[in-house]
Antibody
């Protein structure tokens, strides 16, 4: 069955960095776009980044552009999100999801807390 | 970005009664391939979002048939024919037609 498992979240100070990972299984990872979606505490859902199956096409929301970098390793069925220059407003649960059109498969999320 | 507007934002419903959530997009969600990538997600407290409906009216496997989706163009609706206790949560519409995908603000369904 399809599984997406995020890791790498935690507590970080403003201005710090964190790298999130998403391990995929149960489907041909290299065939799919992948995305990162976040949800601030008590708030709605925001698509922040996508990457095409080959990695050649990438999108970032304005809120993270220039600070976050999405990447993937198709040989290891893994998706990554390098987050630099973190701000308090980046505090959220970060989900990886298959595809970018609203797939049914999401991970359980990993909590990133940016606080001094 | 496409703006998705849901109403109502709060929906108190009596058990066994129907419920309806509206979602409007700021532009047509019909893609060049003829599909309309409008999805509905349910988020129960403390859980990840779960997709209920894809491409307007297709129910995901395992989703009870009391959930149905309809609409076209810019106007869409999620209906629950008879609300059950397990339906409590927040419902989001989400469009995947235009890059980037965008979500509605969410509708909180609670039991009266």
């Amino acid at each position: 069955q399809v599984q997406l498992v995020e890791s790498g979240g935690g507590l970080v100070k403003p201005g710090g960095s964190l790298r999130l990972s998403c391990a995929a299984s149960g489907f041909t990872f290299s065939d799919y776009y992948m995305s990162w979606i976040r949800q601030a505490p008590g708030k709605g859902l925001e698509c922040i980044s996508y990457i095409s199956s080959s990695g050649s096409t990438i999108y970032y929301a304005d809120s993270v552009k220039g600070r976050f970098t999405i990447s993937r390793d198709n040989a290891k069925n893994s998706l990554f999100l390098q987050m630099n220059s973190l701000r308090t407003e980046d505090t959220a649960v970060y989900y990886c999801a298959r595809d970018y059109r609203g797939d049914r498969y999401w991970g359980q999320g990993t909590l990133v807390t940016v606080s001094s | 970005d496409v703006v998705m507007t849901q109403s109502p934002l709060s929906l108190p419903v009596t058990l066994g009664q129907p419920a309806s959530i509206s979602c409007r997009s700021s532009q047509s969600l019909v893609y060049s391939d003829g599909n309309t990538y409008l999805n509905w997600f349910q988020q129960r407290p403390g859980q990840s979002p779960r997709r209920l409906i894809y491409k307007v009216s297709n129910r995901d496997s395992g989703v009870p048939d009391r959930f149905s989706g309809s609409g076209s163009g810019t106007d869409f609706t999620l209906k629950i024919s008879r609300v059950e206790a397990e339906d409590v949560g927040i419902y989001y519409c989400m469009q995947g037609t235009h890059w980037p995908g965008t979500f509605g603000q969410g509708t909180k369904l609670e039991i009266k």
